[in-house]
């Protein structure tokens, strides 16, 4: 099935090819397991690009990180997108990073995407994998160690088991078939509603908890497709002075604030903070909280509808009761 | 957060955001009505509350400050038209987060007081921080590991 859609995907592209200037897609790392980013300047590159469960990373913040891929004059970029990174794309858009008339957009349908570190936990961390095979559900490895199956459902990514969104919301072609999500919007935030059944010291306690394992690495920040102030961050600046250099519980709390209050209203839940953190920090659930704050105040969710305006950068002068 | 010894023991630490236009002049006016305020805050003062970045709240309350006031121009009243709007979104998405970290949302506080309201600043700094001396002290996050400046820092 995914050698199905993975040759839909090289067809379209060699369709689209002449108006089109780069590919943003993802091609097999170095084991069955690794997918990395690839950027496709020639038709006889497509052939690299592949497209299944493993295809994990949100490319679009490719597309405004410096060096960000751009398209030549009077050409588009294409850019394979998921549900989700589909809407990082529209949030781009709403902000006017992006130029949606210089996109070709590749949706991607996605039953979810898998985690290979869980993967690796049940193999053994040793073992060398030969090929990985999914159908119906289930994952099949041939590794060093011999076969193993395991169900999809085990290993899939925190954000996937909670994903609404699976279906590309934006894009000028979409390869695969529509899929059913996983839970429904009005499950979305079950999860904060059962961490907001502890007492105040609980919460604060497992905080320090999470994030005294936090070794600053930034790669949250970083892998974020909207925090795109990079050099200019305020948790690196000296001037002025938010966070020291000294590995403290009190300044990684201020660093991770700083992170969640700038996509305040803006994340659109993708994941790839959680995704990226090497010492396994929820640091997704922080940005739920603040999306949950913004569906209940301001009806609002990020990265759905290009033309709406983020709550936090507008107003409304008559609302009450704020 | 080292006590200084200059905080008798049982001041609190208040911080107070007041809006150049409206609140600094009403706590001026209640100043010079001579209306007996309670000396717990400290006043900051900035040139609108749409200046009120939600990260100078969370890092009081983070370095163990025990309550962070903020208070401006009453909506639709803004020198600068529109300032408080803004504000008042992200305060309140705030004011709704910071139990989320296991912050106390009681110790934060935003109002609207305007330059002529002497008696009403009175009423909300009284009442502001003796909701925070009932609360007592803010913990705080990592507050006893010794950092900024300190040689005992490692």
Same mark, same amino acid.
């Given at each position: ?24 897609? *993802?091609?097999? /790392? ?20 592949? *497209? ?8 679009? =913040? ?53 985690? *290979?570190?869980?993967?690796?936990? #049940? ?52 390869? /695969? ?68 250099? !000294? ?17 305040? /209203? ?13 010492? =396994? ?42 | ?23 600094? =002049? ?24 749409? !200046? ?6 969370? #890092? ?15 909506? #639709? ?17 705030? #004011? ?39 609360? /007592? ?18």
């Amino acid at each position: 099935m995914w050698n199905e859609i993975t040759e839909k995907l090289h067809e379209v592209l060699r369709n689209v090819m002449p108006q089109v200037d780069v590919v943003l897609g *993802w091609e097999r /790392g170095f084991n069955p397991l690794r997918i990395k980013p690839v950027v496709v300047r020639s038709e006889k590159d497509i052939s690299r690009l592949v *497209w299944n469960p493993f295809c994990v990373q949100n490319l679009t =913040g490719y597309l405004v990180k410096n060096p960000a891929v751009i398209a030549g004059e009077g050409k588009k970029v294409a850019v394979c997108v998921k549900g989700c990174d589909s809407r990082s794309l529209v949030a781009l858009i709403q902000e006017h990073f992006l130029d949606r008339d210089r996109l070709l957009i590749i949706g991607v349908p996605c039953q979810g995407t898998i985690d *290979w570190r869980l993967v690796m936990k #049940k193999i053994g961390n040793t073992t060398t994998v030969f090929n990985a095979h999914i159908e119906d559900g289930i994952l099949r490895i041939e590794h060093s160690g011999g076969l193993e199956q395991m169900s999809i459902e085990s290993v899939l990514l925190r954000r996937c088991l909670r994903c609404a969104y699976p279906n590309p919301v934006i894009y000028d072609v979409l390869i /695969g078939e529509t899929v059913t999500p996983r839970i429904d919007k009005s499950e979305l935030y079950r999860n904060v509603a059962q961490f907001e059944q502890k007492s105040l010291e609980e919460r604060r306690n497992f905080w320090i908890d999470v994030l005294s394992r936090c070794v600053r690495c930034y790669a949250c920040r970083n892998a974020c497709p909207l925090c795109i102030c990079q050099d200019w961050c305020i948790a690196e600046r000296r001037d002025p002075k938010w966070v020291t250099q !000294r590995p403290t519980i009190k300044d990684i709390f201020i660093f991770h604030s700083i992170h969640a209050l700038h996509l305040a /209203g803006r994340c659109t839940e993708c994941g790839e903070c959680e995704r990226v953190c090497p010492v =396994g920090i929820p640091v997704m659930f922080i940005k739920e909280k603040l999306n949950e704050i913004n569906l209940r105040l301001f009806s609002y969710e990020a990265g759905l509808d290009p033309q709406a305006v983020p709550p936090l950068l507008t107003f409304n002068p008559h609302e009450a009761g704020i | 957060m080292e006590e200084k010894s200059t905080t008798s023991a049982n001041e609190m630490k208040i911080i107070g955001f007041l809006c150049n236009w409206c609140s600094y =002049g009403g706590a001026d006016t209640a100043g010079v009505s001579r209306l007996k305020q309670p000396t717990d805050l400290r006043v900051i003062r900035i040139p609108c509350t749409g !200046r009120m970045d939600p990260l100078f709240v969370l #890092k009081a309350l983070i370095s163990g400050i025990d309550g962070v006031l903020v208070s401006g121009c009453h909506p #639709k009243d803004c020198h600068y038209a529109v300032g408080n709007f803004y504000a008042r979104r992200r305060l309140e998405v705030l #004011k709704e987060f910071l139990p989320f970290l296991g912050i106390d949302a009681d110790r934060f506080h935003y109002t609207w007081v305007s330059a002529s309201e002497g008696q009403r600043w009175q009423e909300v700094v009284t009442e502001f921080s003796q909701r925070i001396h009932e609360l /007592g002290r803010n913990p705080g996050v990592g507050t006893k590991t010794k950092t900024e400046n300190s040689v005992e820092a490692y």
